[in-house]
């Protein structure tokens, strides 16, 4: 009786099926890159200032240049100026006044201009930027600063909430349909956050689209990763992180050619109804249909992408069946994830390293949205280093082994971040090569933490402690907002100065995990209990046992893929 992966070696592992499956939904893993990090465009804060009824006219009339006009009507303007002053107040000046002269224009209501009153922007801001975001249209300046801020969580916390029932989805109702419903979902409230009328209904539409996308990303890489043979699938999976990356890129050029928002949104949004083609492109996950028992829908499909790959269907084809382990008559519960001394030590650390990969990821990608002298090449030179970051950890995983590269590239994350700090602003080009050598280090962490998550927990527990590791991921996306905006508030490197100690945290904490290079997958509580002191290597013990088909999460894990950006 042939197994899911017998059968896909004889019909093909990698072939022109699984080619195009790998095609089509790579397009998916591109398309959730503006949702995940769109925030740099969409919630970017040009410099701006109070706006002044009578300043156009008296700039006008006395013909001053913009730098003039600032001198003379902007508080806290020049380089020592205070930067709360400029941006958020004005004086208490009639500028319609004639006795108002060209030179110095204040010099006859006071000595100083320091004595002069100050008061809000009560006629809303200027804003020197020739497109808009959300920040130019609905004034999220100032006292509403924090408001970029949750846009940003919002999506977050949409991950963390969506996540609670996708899976069960994509267990229960199948990886196709949850794919095509959440990708529909994702779509439409992209598109409607682009017409979107006030702040309050695109935070809405913006959780929205936050509970599914994550979802449908991670159907997309289920249904791949369950296409392709055993051979394939770490590369399969590593190459859809790769998309994602292609993903960045292309977020980068769009938003150079299209600087309003609106447009912005929409042009990232719309092409994504296409993937509404994959009912008729796609079959049904064969692994998943005979799971749930539809053992003739399976082998049609078997059937189906034996005759794509120009192969010849297995002649015992019909008597296929899942190669699943001895039933597991343990029930996991949360408890079970601290019972034991080593699994409490593991769970812990794991969701330190899951918490600070989030923070220190989307914390260096805002904070280079924040300070970058130009944005688009900024952001454009940092999505670059996640090309080789894939590579890196192809090379490295089987060679090396995990622990030791996860607390390097930790160490490299958090060293980067500090020297930051300590580059002068004349020096941005160095700046910007260091925080592209930080932002390397801490995808290629992101992503190895998603393989130690899983090789490290009982298989009855090991989606339970996938899920709960990783919702720190999520809570992590949920602060960062927070942490990145409001501290550069008090000072511009702080945010960086919290990475930094962060990262060298988790490198350190890291090296207390087992090696599980060479090691089989633990199958109960006391081989978990003993990783450190008992190896197995996996091409010596083959088990045989009956578990239930492992859900996305686990999958995604187990692959050592980056499923939680």
Same mark, same amino acid.
């Given at each position: 009786?042939?197994?899911?992966?017998?059968? %896909?070696?004889?019909?093909?592992?990698?072939?022109?099926?699984?080619?195009?499956?790998?095609?089509?939904?790579?397009?998916?893993?591109?398309?959730?890159?503006?949702?995940?990090?769109?925030?740099?465009?969409?919630?970017?804060?040009?410099?701006?200032?109070?706006?002044?009824?009578?300043?156009?006219?008296?700039?006008?009339?006395?013909?001053?240049? !913009? &730098?003039?006009? %600032?001198?003379?009507?902007?508080?806290?303007?020049?380089? &020592?100026?205070?930067?709360?002053?400029?941006?958020?107040?004005?004086?208490?000046?009639?500028?319609?006044?004639?006795?108002?002269?060209?030179?110095?224009?204040?010099?006859?209501?006071?000595?100083?201009?320091?004595?002069?009153?100050?008061?809000?922007?009560?006629?809303?801001?200027?804003?020197?930027? !020739?497109?808009?975001?959300?920040?130019?249209?609905?004034? %999220?300046?100032?006292?509403?600063?924090?408001?970029?801020?949750?846009?940003?969580?919002?999506?977050?916390?949409?991950?963390?909430?969506?996540?609670?029932?996708?899976?069960?989805i994509a267990d229960r109702f199948g990886r196709k349909l949850c794919l095509l419903a959440t990708a529909l979902i994702s779509s439409v409230s992209g598109i409607l956050m682009a017409v979107a009328p006030d702040y309050t209904s695109l935070l809405l539409f913006r959780l929205l689209q936050g509970l599914v996308s994550k979802g449908s990303w991670t159907a997309g890489f289920t249904l791949l990763t369950e296409f392709v043979g055993p051979g394939y699938r770490r590369t399969v999976a590593i190459l859809y992180q790769g998309a994602y990356t292609v993903g960045l890129v292309l977020l980068c050029g769009l938003a150079y050619a299209l600087p309003r928002w609106r447009e912005l949104q929409?042009?990232?949004?719309?092409?994504? %109804?296409?993937?509404?083609?994959?009912?008729?492109?796609?079959?049904?996950?064969?692994?998943? #249909?005979?799971?749930?028992?539809?053992? &003739?829908?399976?082998?049609?499909?078997?059937?189906?992408? &034996?005759?794509?790959?120009?192969?010849?269907?297995?002649?015992?084809?019909?008597? #296929?069946?899942?190669?699943?382990?001895?039933?597991?008559?343990?029930?996991?519960?949360?408890?079970?994830?601290?019972?034991?001394?080593?699994?409490?030590?593991?769970?812990?650390?794991?969701?330190?390293?899951?918490?600070?990969?989030?923070?220190?990821?989307?914390?260096?990608?805002?904070?280079?949205?924040?300070?970058?002298?130009?944005?688009?090449?900024?952001?454009?030179?940092? +999505?670059?280093?996640?090309?080789?970051?894939?590579?890196?950890?192809?090379?490295?995983?089987?060679?090396?082994?995990?622990?030791?590269?996860?607390?390097?590239?930790?160490?490299? +994350?958090?060293? +980067?971040?500090?020297?930051?700090?300590?580059? !002068?602003?004349?020096?941005?080009?160095?700046?910007?090569?260091? +925080?592209?050598?930080?932002?390397?280090?801490?995808?290629?962490?992101?992503?190895?933490?998603?393989?130690?998550?899983?090789?490290?927990?009982?298989?009855?527990?090991?989606? #339970?402690?996938?899920?709960?590791?990783?919702?720190?991921?999520?809570?992590?996306?949920?602060?960062?907002?927070?942490?990145?905006?409001?501290?550069?508030?008090?000072?511009?490197?702080?945010?960086?100065?919290?990475?930094?100690?962060?990262?060298?945290?988790?490198?350190?904490?890291?090296?207390?995990?087992?090696?599980?290079?060479?090691?089989? #997958?633990?199958?109960?509580?006391?081989?978990?209990?003993?990783?450190?002191?008992?190896?197995?290597?996996?091409?010596?013990?083959?088990?045989?046992?009956?578990?239930?088909?492992?859900?996305?999460?686990?999958?995604?894990?187990?692959?050592?893929?980056?499923?939680?950006?």
């Amino acid at each position: 009786m042939p197994s899911m992966d017998d059968a %896909l070696e004889q019909v093909g592992e990698f072939g022109w099926f699984q080619k195009q499956a790998f095609l089509a939904l790579c397009l998916l893993s591109a398309a959730f890159a503006p949702i995940y990090v769109g925030i740099v465009f969409l919630g970017f804060t040009p410099d701006h200032r109070c706006q002044s009824p009578g300043v156009a006219e008296l700039s006008r009339r006395c013909g001053w240049s !913009p &730098a003039e006009e %600032l001198n003379f009507t902007v508080p806290g303007s020049g380089p &020592a100026g205070d930067a709360f002053s400029r941006h958020c107040l004005s004086y208490e000046v009639d500028w319609n006044q004639s006795a108002l002269g060209c030179v110095d224009p204040l010099a006859g209501l006071a000595t100083n201009r320091s004595h002069l009153p100050l008061g809000p922007c009560r006629h809303g801001w200027v804003y020197d930027t !020739p497109g808009s975001t959300i920040v130019t249209e609905f004034d %999220l300046v100032c006292e509403d600063s924090w408001k970029v801020d949750l846009f940003q969580s919002c999506v977050n916390l949409g991950f963390f909430l969506g996540s609670l029932g996708i899976g069960y989805i994509a267990d229960r109702f199948g990886r196709k349909l949850c794919l095509l419903a959440t990708a529909l979902i994702s779509s439409v409230s992209g598109i409607l956050m682009a017409v979107a009328p006030d702040y309050t209904s695109l935070l809405l539409f913006r959780l929205l689209q936050g509970l599914v996308s994550k979802g449908s990303w991670t159907a997309g890489f289920t249904l791949l990763t369950e296409f392709v043979g055993p051979g394939y699938r770490r590369t399969v999976a590593i190459l859809y992180q790769g998309a994602y990356t292609v993903g960045l890129v292309l977020l980068c050029g769009l938003a150079y050619a299209l600087p309003r928002w609106r447009e912005l949104q929409l042009a990232v949004s719309v092409p994504t %109804l296409l993937f509404l083609l994959y009912y008729w492109c796609l079959p049904e996950s064969p692994r998943w #249909l005979l799971l749930r028992k539809k053992s &003739a829908q399976a082998i049609k499909i078997m059937d189906r992408i &034996a005759q794509k790959n120009g192969r010849l269907p297995p002649a015992d084809l019909k008597m #296929l069946s899942l190669e699943e382990e001895v039933t597991e008559t343990q029930s996991p519960s949360f408890a079970d994830l601290f019972r034991r001394p080593q699994l409490r030590k593991h769970t812990g650390i794991l969701m330190y390293l899951w918490f600070t990969s989030s923070v220190l990821y989307q914390g260096l990608i805002m904070h280079l949205g924040a300070t970058s002298g130009n944005l688009y090449l900024d952001f454009f030179y940092s +999505a670059l280093v996640e090309f080789p970051a894939d590579f890196i950890i192809l090379v490295t995983i089987d060679r090396v082994g995990r622990v030791q590269p996860l607390a390097a590239f930790n160490l490299v +994350a958090a060293t +980067a971040c500090f020297a930051m700090i300590f580059i !002068p602003h004349e020096l941005h080009w160095l700046s910007i090569v260091v +925080a592209c050598v930080g932002r390397m280090g801490i995808t290629i962490v992101f992503q190895m933490v998603c393989l130690v998550n899983a090789e490290l927990y009982p298989t009855f527990i090991r989606n #339970l402690g996938m899920m709960v590791c990783s919702s720190l991921c999520d809570l992590g996306g949920v602060i960062t907002p927070f942490l990145v905006f409001r501290l550069m508030e008090v000072w511009r490197s702080l945010p960086l100065a919290v990475f930094a100690v962060f990262g060298l945290v988790a490198g350190g904490v890291t090296l207390l995990l087992p090696e599980t290079k060479g090691v089989s #997958l633990p199958e109960t509580i006391e081989d978990a209990e003993n990783l450190r002191r008992k190896a197995k290597p996996k091409d010596k013990i083959k088990l045989r046992t009956r578990t239930p088909e492992p859900r996305a999460s686990e999958r995604d894990a187990s692959l050592g893929t980056e499923g939680q950006r």
